[in-house]
């Protein structure tokens, strides 16, 4: 079909790549403790192109250190999950990691605008270092942008909270694409929005984010610096 339609070929091996895993389970599957849900974010999520995330009290989990993710999970909403439950739940989150390094189909471009209170509100200094060292490498890739609102800044139209604007690739010239989904998680759902009302609402208090932002070079001073602070 590829060939009959005049496909060009990386079009033609992400379309092969796609129809191999429609055959399979995801790979979140083999987890039963995964809600609902959550399963939905993790299949749009493999499946989007770009990914702009705003985080305000913690590292978004596709940028967590294994001992910063660790960490988080075994506190638990209400009662403190079992070592074996929190090692479960810390493999499905660095597995996640792993489509920011795929070849096939195109691993998605992160956008992420983290505010400051992240980078201060942690655990130990040796987790806390070990996680901040790990999003200076991680803004290091092409296809990752970690940029920083620092508290100085005053407000900003993020104020209801951390969110994630999804967007999908056009598979043909006459194929629309996946709208445009925003996804808000909360301590027992989740909501999906994907009204070109509700996409347009959030591209503008993302552009006020992106607007009141470090630039990459000032993030990672900053990031540095918390480092520093936090190995004293």
């Known amino acids: 079909m590829c060939r009959l339609y005049g496909a060009s070929p990386e079009l033609t091996e992400a379309l092969k790549f796609l129809a191999r895993e429609t055959k399979a389970k995801g790979w979140w599957h083999a987890y039963s403790e995964i809600p609902e849900w959550f399963e939905l974010f993790l299949g749009m999520e493999a499946s989007a192109s770009r990914l702009r995330q705003y985080e305000a009290e913690v590292i978004p989990g596709l940028v967590q250190s294994p001992a ?7 506190r638990g909403l209400v009662n403190e999950p079992t070592p074996e439950i929190v090692e479960r739940r810390t493999a499905v989150r660095l597995q996640r990691q792993q489509i920011l390094t795929r070849r096939a189909p195109k691993a998605p471009n992160l956008e992420i605008v983290l505010s400051e209170a992240a980078l201060l509100r942690g655990f130990s200094a040796q987790i806390m270092v070990d996680q901040l060292t790990r999003l200076l490498t991680f803004a290091e890739r092409p296809n990752v942008s970690i940029r920083i609102a620092p508290l100085a800044a005053g407000p900003h139209r993020a104020f209801h909270g951390s969110f994630v604007i ?9 194929h629309d694409p996946e709208p445009t989904t925003i996804y808000s998680e909360h301590p027992t759902g989740a909501l999906y929005l994907d009204k070109p009302s509700e996409a347009e609402t959030y591209a503008r208090i993302w552009a006020d984010l992106d607007r009141g932002a470090l630039d990459h070079i000032g993030s990672s001073r900053l990031i540095q610096d918390r480092v520093k602070e936090w190995s004293r």
């Open 68 to 74: 910063y993710a660790k960490a988080i999970i075994g």
């Open 166 to 174: 999804l967007d999908f690739p056009t598979e043909t010239s006459a």
